[in-house]
């Protein structure tokens, strides 16, 4: 039994969630981000360790990949002699902005960077967020300051564009007011 071996196959089917078991206007993020296995480069080693993320809009869509996730690690260990153990954190839950609130954010952006440097998403961010939480309580809308042409986010070349700052600040202050001022 060669848990390596066994690891790049949990790896292929794992993708097959992602094509085959989603509905199309569902979507649905899994990566396997990292793999530990062994000490040595003449030796099998006994187990093998991976983690990633799963991604969803939907909290039943979560639910459901997450039982399928399990279902389909432990069945594919099984089927070349070996055995898995799965443990899911439940993430960041899905951000869901607030339409009144991005029509105000929209508005300000508008005002403070004009509106030809105002770009909406056409489809949700995948992106996993702790704002998230807030939104679950609270009316609001997360929105991307756009630092330029950088390396993304998560790169381990990211160096973020200090000369965004101010326009960040001038955002949030502006966003408050205008807040504020629609308040009855």
Not at 20 to 46: F, K, L, M
Not at 48 to 59: A, C, D, F, I, Y
Not at 64 to 70: P, Y
């Amino acid at each position: 039994m060669d848990p390596v071996w066994i690891s790049a196959q949990i790896i292929n089917a794992v993708q097959s969630l992602v094509t085959r078991e989603r509905h199309g206007a569902d979507p649905v993020v899994i990566s396997i981000a990292t793999i530990h296995g062994g000490s040595a480069d003449n030796v099998i080693p006994s187990h093998v360790e991976m983690t990633g993320t799963m991604r969803t809009l939907q909290p039943e869509t979560r639910s459901r990949m997450n039982h399928r996730l399990v279902e389909l690690v432990k069945g594919v260990a099984q089927t070349f002699g070996g055995s898995a153990e799965v443990e899911i954190e439940v993430g960041y839950p899905s951000l869901i902005n607030s339409d009144r609130m991005v029509q105000l954010v929209a508005k300000t952006a508008a005002e403070l960077a004009g509106a030809k440097n105002l770009v909406e998403l056409a489809e949700p961010s995948m992106g996993g967020e702790d704002f998230a939480y807030y939104l679950q309580k609270y009316s609001g809308a997360f929105f991307r300051l756009g630092v330029g042409p950088r390396p993304s986010l998560h790169a381990d070349t990211f160096d973020f564009n200090d000369d965004a700052l101010e326009l960040g600040v001038q955002m949030m202050a502006n966003v408050a007011i205008n807040c504020l001022k629609e308040m009855p």
